[in-house]
């Protein structure tokens, strides 16, 4: 039988915790394969299939010294234009996005008047709860570290007089693009103006790079505003999708992340292997 996404992001997971575990000595294939309760073999197969490097170089990507060398080699610099006005759209992978903005009247009122369906899908880092009016994609949690009812309640506090409907199948063609990320997805974006800009500069990361909080701050306009495009970032309700797992600190330190530090460091380390596949970088 087919293994499942969510179950090669488990394995990846305990995977995770023993490299942290080791701190800065690698572990061998054949060690971290009986951590897994696999053969070397099928340990090999399985990490490759997720993450498309092998295990030893997948080590490197989780360490600070590679979110560090992310900063040096691979720094966005966020020009000003792509992150004002409140309508665009990035390319994520082979992911078209196209995204617009509720009205700050609307975000006033916590979403009464409005419909949420919502749905789990499977994704790379786990199960996913995916939330959609019929504008687009409003929210996107994983639940990997929390629970699924702490995603749900999280994202369910975020606009607390809407009407919530269970219908993954509205929201099917949607997230099959987003947490694949091929085809063409719509996001509607639910928050406040300053959350807005900073989501939209998100968006302008590449897939494979990395900013600084203070970086994004310096885009928006308000360089002085680097605690509160900190607040912002966290408050993301699309991780992923707008990729605030991409924000660093200054020093290569990861800060913090919504849904788990473990999600945040898999994600980086998910698409800088998929970035040095795509270079030629073995």
Known sequence: MEQTETYHYQVMRRAIEAIDA????????????????????????????????????????????????????????????????????????????????????????????????????????????????????????????????TAMADLKSRWPRATYIEDPAFLRPWAVAALGKSGETKLHMIGAPFQLKVWEALLTIPSGHVTTYSEIAGAIGSPKAVRAVGTAVGRNPVSWLIPCHRALRKSGALGGYHWGLPVKRAMLAWESARADVSAGVS
């Open 22 to 149: 080791a701190g800065d000595n690698q572990i061998t294939l054949a060690d971290l394969a009986a951590d897994m309760n696999m053969s070397p073999a099928h340990f090999q197969r399985l990490f490759s299939t997720w993450v498309g490097v092998s295990p030893k170089r997948y080590q490197q990507y989780l360490t600070l010294a590679h979110a560090k060398s992310l900063l040096k080699e691979r720094f966005t610099t966020l020009e000003t234009a792509h992150a004002v006005g409140l309508s665009g759209s990035g390319r994520l992978h082979d992911l078209f996005v196209r995204w617009e903005a509720m009205s700050p009247g609307d975000y006033a009122r916590d979403g009464a008047d409005l419909t949420i369906y919502w749905g789990w899908f499977e994704s790379p880092f786990g199960l996913a709860l995916v939330m959609g009016t019929n504008r687009g994609i409003c929210g996107l949690a994983f639940a990997a570290e929390s629970g699924p009812g």
